[in-house]
């Protein structure tokens, strides 16, 4: 029981350092707008630079606008933490590194929201704000406005934490049902780029922190307090039959 409350503290301490992170930097409109030239730039002499083709295929199909606002909105952290307990009910001897990849992926993240502030695309000309537009309208929410850097789309924490739920699953499990689960951060890219919401060089840079956090976070877990005690894992076993999350 002792685990399982710092734990939880632990998390809700993650995703406060998340929220207060993205207070910080929200006025950095000159420097958001000045990078976003230069990420368009360097996209288009790499020949990469098609968030705009892609969104204007989009908004051809209502549907598909609604679904990757709806995925983009309501899917990010619901998803996020319930596998952070699926891990710790189901995965308990793997939980300790899945916690790790998050922190330090969240952490080095926010960094980078406050060393490179950047516009996201849907700001600039040609390009259209799908979730203003046509909703669900997140923005003028108080709970969001509260925590909405609009200038933090380099790298995505998006795409970063859904590449963590799929590895998490994938690599600590045997089900070949697991592999569904690469279907989350395919979906995410599709969700972030067509709703205008990034460029593609932030879900690559995301994706390059994850890639470095695996093993550097390996020593982490090895010294955070060991493996989860055998009486913890007979009790996560237990209490995870009740849980309705795929294995």
Known sequence: MV????????????????????????DSVTEGFAHAVQIVRWERWLGVGTELDLQRWVLGH????????????????????????FMY??????YLRVRWVFALVTAVGLVGHLAYPLAPPRMLPGFVDTISRFGPAIYDRSDVAAVANQYAAMPSL???WAVIVAWGVISTGRSPW???LVVHPVATLFAIVATAN???ADPFVAGVLVALAIPVTTRFAAT?????????????AAAGTACQLPR
């Not at 685990?3 to 929200?26: F, I, K, N, P, Q």
């Not at 955070?224 to 996560?236: I, L, P």
Request: glycine share 6%; hydrophobic share 55%.
């Open 3 to 26: 685990r399982l409350v710092r734990e939880v503290a632990l998390v809700a301490a993650l995703l406060l350092l998340y929220r207060a992170g993205r207070l910080l930097g929200r």
């Open 62 to 85: 209502r549907w598909l606008v609604m679904a990757s606002n709806r995925y983009y909105a309501q899917v990010h952290f619901p998803v996020s933490i319930a596998f952070l307990v």
């Open 89 to 94: 009910l189901r995965r308990a001897p793997h």
């Open 178 to 180: 697991r592999w569904l």
């Open 158 to 160: 998006h795409f970063g």
């Open 198 to 200: 990034h460029y593609w």
């Open 224 to 236: 955070d307090g060991g493996e989860a005690s055998s009486a913890e894992v007979r009790w996560a």
